[in-house]
């Protein structure tokens, strides 16, 4: 089991044990979404993929309305035969008109039924998290309530209702008993990297079937612009469902993808092999065209990287030294071509270092230079109110300006400045990172109301130079002042904060849950992502700990910088 994995499956735990995490949503008339499962013949070899089989009741005789509409939202656990129980509770008239698939909010607490006519109730509820109909998981901002009404007739004598919001309300242990997370898989534009674009799905026999169809339908709206598909425009399922057979996953698409060359066919099956491997009973993937079998090279798939990850010792400077430090002894391994004293003798302030090790960026009092193996460092800005410099792994460092969130350059390594338009909202900008596939930025903010995070997907030009950044999709932060945000792994971020209680760390999955760790020892002035989904952190006497999720764990480092690695 990956420590990504057992991360997750703490998140749900602890979930499932307590309410969820508070963070906003819009008050909403009505249930908001989650999509349609595709109809199509049997799954063969699937399991319930580790969901709860509830089972509810139906409605018991002589129940008054709020009976039968408490007893209704307790049904939608049961999605067994498209929600067959929960339309008992509603009339034959509306019964096939309701739409339990539109959507999900999960609730937090108890919801409140109230009178507002002879025939007619509200549900009163604060949603913690939505799903909407393509899967997509949102948590909340802060505690909002909606109100929901519902619509009663008699029918046989028993109360039933006439007229309820598409969508079903789940409690927070409910939801994650019933629906699993589970990642698509996309190219950034280069197709070295795979990227993954987190969606919520029905624990079922048919969640292969779904994620497939969601993958043909595209990334998320957000992630537009910044991923790519090898699927031609217009590819769907031709038998609308995808069988499972001795481990193998039989996808059977449409005459659209004959359009692709071979290369995009291996891309192809890259994709659904990724993407399909959180359903534990698929280990491979047999393509087929309208029936007819796809003839590809035995190789699993492209050279794309997924997930890429960094050296396991924290990147740190320490006096003349900027290197890698071994926990336990201290030592620092400087970096080569005589970078480790050039980036010392700088007197950083902050590291970030390129995957390859050749390129590092520093952020110290006289503005942002990049160092090169075997060149003289070149600043770049000179500006004294940037947060610390990030590099992507297209040759750009990026330079944002502290007071204002719109200001961001990218320049390339010769010092060449590009302007990216923004979409981050007002606030002051206190870290700002890429992620290691270089398709999304993390953006933490001091605003008014707290701290606020941001995800925002990159866009590029034909040359690789950034143009923009997509509409910012805001996850958990965590409380207090704000210190610094990073990037954990494909999917999940991390920031800190300062309270009056101590340091508050918060880890959070990009499309999923939140998590609040334990508290680390001192006070926090960096955090970093560390080998493996692990997490480092720099406190005020140059200590350097780590987290795998539990404990904070002191690595036997000292350090006047906490370097980011791609």
Not at 88 to 99: I, P
Not at 255 to 273: D, G, H, I, N, P
Request: aromatic share 6%; charged share 20%.
């Amino acid at each position: 089991m990956t420590t990504r994995t057992q991360h997750r499956l703490r998140g749900l735990l602890a979930t499932a044990l307590a309410a969820l995490t508070l963070v906003g949503v819009t008050a909403c008339a009505a249930i908001p979404v989650s999509g349609p499962v595709r109809s199509g013949q049997s799954i063969t070899d699937e399991s319930q993929s580790g969901g709860v089989d509830y089972r509810p009741s139906g409605p018991e005789a002589g129940s008054d309305q709020a009976e039968v509409l408490t007893q209704f939202i307790d049904a939608a656990t049961g999605a067994q035969n498209d929600y067959a129980v929960a339309r008992e509770f509603l009339s034959a008239r509306f019964s096939q008109k309701w739409n339990p698939r539109q959507g999900v909010t999960v609730r937090q607490g108890d919801g409140e039924v109230e009178r507002v006519g002879t025939r007619e109730l509200t549900y009163t509820l604060t949603a913690s998290a939505t799903v909407d109909a393509d899967g997509e998981y949102t948590q909340a901002v802060r505690p909002t309530s909606s109100t929901l009404t519902f619509q009663f007739t008699r029918e046989d004598g028993e109360w039933r209702i006439a007229y309820a919001p598409d969508g079903i309300i789940l409690s927070p242990v409910n939801f994650v008993s019933v629906f699993q997370p589970h990642a698509l898989y996309f190219y950034d534009p280069t197709y070295r990297f795979l990227v993954p674009d987190e969606r919520w799905f029905l624990a079922r026999s048919s969640t292969s079937t779904r994620i497939v169809s969601a993958l043909l339908a595209g990334p998320a709206d957000w992630l537009e612009g910044s991923v790519v598909s090898s699927f031609p425009e217009g590819t769907q399922l031709s038998l609308n469902a995808v069988t499972i057979d001795s481990g193998s996953a039989q996808v059977d698409l449409s005459s659209e993808a004959l359009r692709s060359s071979t290369v995009e066919k291996v891309r192809m099956r890259e994709q659904l092999t990724d993407s399909l491997s959180s359903i534990a009973t698929v280990s491979s993937v047999d393509l087929t065209v309208e029936g007819v079998p796809v003839s590809l090279p035995d190789s699993s798939g492209t050279s794309a990287q997924r997930n890429p990850d960094v050296d396991a010792r924290p990147l740190v400077v320490r006096g003349g030294t900027a290197g890698y430090a071994t926990p336990g002894s201290g030592d620092v391994s400087g970096l080569g071509g005589g970078m480790s004293a050039q980036v010392a003798g700088l007197d950083p302030r902050s590291l970030a270092l390129s995957a390859s090790g050749s390129v590092a960026a520093v952020g110290n009092r006289d503005g942002v230079f990049v160092v090169r193996s075997g060149r003289d460092p070149l600043r770049i800005d000179t500006r004294d109110d940037l947060v610390p410099p990030t590099v992507d792994d297209q040759g750009f460092i990026w330079v944002a300006e502290r007071s204002d969130s719109r200001s961001i350059t990218a320049y390339g390594l010769l010092g060449d400045p590009h302007v990216v338009t923004s979409t981050l909202p007002e606030g002051r900008l206190v870290s700002f990172q890429v992620s290691r596939d270089s398709t999304r930025a993390l953006a933490l903010l001091d605003t008014d109301e707290g701290a606020a995070l941001y995800v925002v997907a990159i866009t590029r030009g034909s040359d690789r130079v950034p143009t923009s950044l997509g509409p910012p999709v805001r996850v958990q932060a965590a409380d207090g002042t704000p210190v610094g945000a990073t990037w954990v792994d494909e999917l999940d971020v991390a920031s800190v904060g300062r309270t009056a209680t101590g340091t508050d760390v918060v880890r959070t999955t990009v499309g999923g849950q939140s998590e609040t760790l334990a508290k680390p020892d001192g006070t926090a002035t960096t955090i970093a992502g560390g080998s493996g989904g692990a997490l480092l952190l720099r406190t005020t006497d140059g200590e350097v700990q780590q987290s795998t999720g539990g404990a904070w764990d002191r690595t036997g480092v000292e350090a006047s910088v906490l370097g980011i690695q791609r």
